[in-house]
């Protein structure tokens, strides 16, 4: 059973509401994880959007309260400090002047995309602007873009994030439509010595999987990618570990006979049962 939940936020993003130790506490008392990877929203130059969020957080202050509850909770679970970085070609002097200052104390990282040429899929503006089609390629496109222009991060994120956003749910989604481009940046990862994750937000977002894709997943498996982490993206307790079941089954599918964990930035290979 998966027992290590490596995505999940807290009010220190702007889109959650939910206090860091609510997810603990919640977490500790379910009773299923055994750790937490706290992976909270750092994009820096997002547009402010139409609910004010921001996703920037003083990150001193965040590393205190990720310490101060170790202190109190780590006997009963392992809290594990993590950020997940939205990635943009220009922000290489940003993002690395940043874990110049605070890389040391991040036991892992998430490379995301969550813009494409200023919007986030995530508002309706995008798919208005864009077919399904040309949204998701260009979605992809950017992907490869972040990847050749910076790589301090452990595992790239929800890979196939546009399609939770899609005209219905994307159920005229085809990863073979796209496999060329995947190719590409299954390869520039595992040649680089990065991994991916298995992001459960598809299924709580009505998606009949989760991220990526189980042909994407498997995909990555038969090109040699050995580092996979998995995650909820929680943003409230309930979701914490969402659907992890599922998950170990997605994972057994593709070929996997384990999952990957971070500490002080290096991964640890937990087997499946």
Known sequence: MITSD????????????TALEQQIIYAINSGILKELCITDHMDFDFPVNKDGYTFLFDMKEYLAEINRLRSI???????????ELGLLPHLYETL?????????ELDFII???HLVKGLDPYEPEFFEKYREKEGIRLYLETIV???????DFDVYGHLDYVVRYAPNKGKKYCPADYMDIYDIILKKLIQNGKGIELNTAGLKAGLPFAHPHPDVLKRYFELGGEIITVGSDAHQPVHLAYCFDQAEHMLKAAGFTYYTVFHNRKPEFIRLT
């Open 111 to 113: 490379g995301s995309s």
């Open 96 to 104: 690395t002047s940043f874990l110049k200052e605070y890389g040391s």
């Open 6 to 17: 490596f995505h999940l936020h807290s009010s220190f993003s702007s889109d959650s509401k």
């Open 145 to 151: 873009n972040n990847i050749d222009a910076f790589m």
């Open 73 to 83: 909770y780590s006997p009963a679970i392992r809290i594990t400090t993590g950020i």
